[in-house]
């Protein structure tokens, strides 16, 4: 049997925008690594350069992404580019960043992919060390949330979100073959319920966040008054409070876009683990803490 080989990227490549909660303009460098370092993020802007190992121990909060941290030195929002990674098969790579948070881009992790596809990839001598299940494992939390992990002969996974919504309801989104993420997962945007924003926006996040990367969904009724401020903020022309649904310049590219993209942040949360599965995972409700639980 031939043996995999570890991979890192041929070159480097930088990607900017703003980030999603602090609103600060952003540039994410990805660069090759050698074997077996695995996931590196330097925070290059703070003194001494300190680098956080991008494995499951390090993450400190999962409330509005993941979030890992070192010390001092944090960062947020890498779920998108650790999903892209892990996906695409590489193993090392060394991420530098100037600030506390990777840039939101559209919200999806397709610029990722195509920088990642433009720049190449590279074999290394080294071969691919797998975290192979050997039985099933589940995690449960205490919302509902459980994720199963089945032996398999590759990686697939798929998701199962119940959204407590009458608008959308439950559904679900499956990737039986990693080499279709690019174009079946890579693309899915990041959503938000309306009811979730307004304590967003009156805790001071969200300050990047709008309609150019998020789907943002309006399936509880709120006052006209309180839905115009919203239109206001997401520079959208003002709304009936009456019309539930969909908030957005481009139109869903899938029925299911929104469990699509928490499988590609499940996966983001699944790179955290070290190295590559082979085993089938079905996650029910799943969400960055549950999901993290898993990777530890």
């Known amino acids: ?70 010390g001092e030195a944090r960062v947020s929002t890498i779920e998108h580019g650790m999903s892209a990674l892990y996906a695409m098969g590489i193993d090392n ?19 990722y992919v195509d920088k990642i596809n433009e720049v190449g990839i590279v074999d290394q001598n080294a071969p691919k060390d797998y975290y192979i299940i050997r039985k099933k494992i589940e995690i449960k939390d205490e919302n509902g949330s459980v994720i199963t992990i089945l032996p398999d002969e590759q990686f697939s996974i798929t998701a199962m979100c119940n959204f407590d919504s009458k608008f959308i309801s439950s559904q679900f989104a499956t990737l039986d073959d990693i080499n ?8 899915a ?9 307004m304590p967003l926006l009156q805790a001071n996040l969200i300050k990047g966040g709008d309609l150019d990367n998020a789907i943002v969904i309006y399936e509880q009724q709120v006052s006209q008054e309180k839905l115009d401020q919203l239109a206001d903020l997401l520079k959208v022309p003002r ?11 481009k139109p869903l590219q899938w029925d299911n876009e929104c469990t699509r993209h928490k499988l590609l942040d499940i996966i983001g949360d699944m790179a955290l683990i070290g ?19 898993f990777a530890r």
């Open 180 to 187: 279709t993420y690019a174009t079946e997962i890579a693309p």
């Open 1 to 70: 049997m031939e043996t995999v080989k570890q991979k890192t990227l041929k070159g480097s490549f930088s990607l900017f925008g703003k980030g999603l909660h602090t609103g600060l303009s952003l540039t994410v460098t990805f660069n090759p690594a050698p074997e077996n370092t695995g996931y590196k993020i330097q925070r290059i802007d703070l003194e001494g350069q300190p680098i956080i190992d991008a494995v499951a121990e390090n993450v400190v909060d999962t409330q509005r992404g993941t979030v890992l941290a070192k």
């Open 189 to 197: 945007r990041t959503f938000v319920f309306v009811r979730d924003i």
């Open 239 to 249: 709304m009936d409070a009456n019309n539930i649904g969909y908030i957005q310049h």
């Open 93 to 111: 790579c060394l991420i530098q960043i100037n600030g506390p948070e990777f840039p939101i881009l559209d919200g999806s992790a397709t610029m």
């Open 275 to 293: 190295k590559p599965i082979k085993g089938r995972i079905i996650a029910t409700r799943p969400g960055h803490t549950v999901n993290n639980k």
